[in-house]
Nanobody, 115 residues
Framework: VQLVESGGGLVQPGGSLRLSCAAA????????MSWYRQAPGKERELVAT????????NYADSVKGRFTISRDNAKNTVYLQMNSLKPEDTAAYYC?????????WGQGTQVTVSS
C-alpha cells in the first residue's frame, strides 16, 4: 500500500489549497479514506472521512463548512479542498486508509497558513 500526498504549501489566511492523495497497492474503491492533521506539539486529529463510493462524508467540527473531501475512484485519488483557511489550520496533513485491518499513512504534506 502506498499513499502519496501533495498540494501543501504556504497560504495567507482566507486562502485556499487543494490536497491530493494518490493511492496504490490496494483496491482503492473498496475502502473508505480519511485525512488527518498534526500540528506541532499536538496529537494527530481526524479532519475528514469519505466512504468507498463517496456517498457519505464526515468532518471535524473545526473544518465543517470550509473543507470538502472527495474522491475519484478512476484515478485512485482522494482530495481535500480547503477554503477560508485559518492560522490554526497550520499542520502536516496525512492521508489514511485501513486496509485489511491495518492502518496505512502517507508521508504527509505541510500546510502553513500565515500572513
Amino acid at each position: 500500500v502506498q499513499l502519496v500526498e501533495s498540494g501543501g504549501g504556504l497560504v495567507q489566511p482566507g486562502g485556499s489549497l487543494r490536497l491530493s492523495c494518490a493511492a496504490a497497492g490496494f483496491t482503492f474503491s473498496s475502502y473508505a479514506m480519511s485525512w488527518y492533521r498534526q500540528a506541532p506539539g499536538k496529537e494527530r486529529e481526524l479532519v475528514a472521512t469519505i466512504t468507498r463510493v463517496g456517498g457519505s462524508t464526515n468532518y471535524a467540527d473545526s473544518v465543517k463548512g470550509r473543507f470538502t473531501i472527495s474522491r475519484d475512484n478512476a484515478k485512485n485519488t482522494v482530495y481535500l479542498q480547503m477554503n477560508s483557511l485559518k492560522p490554526e489550520d497550520t499542520a502536516a496533513y496525512y492521508c489514511h486508509a485501513t486496509v485489511q485491518w491495518r492502518a496505512y499513512w502517507g508521508q504527509g504534506t505541510q500546510v502553513t497558513v500565515s500572513s
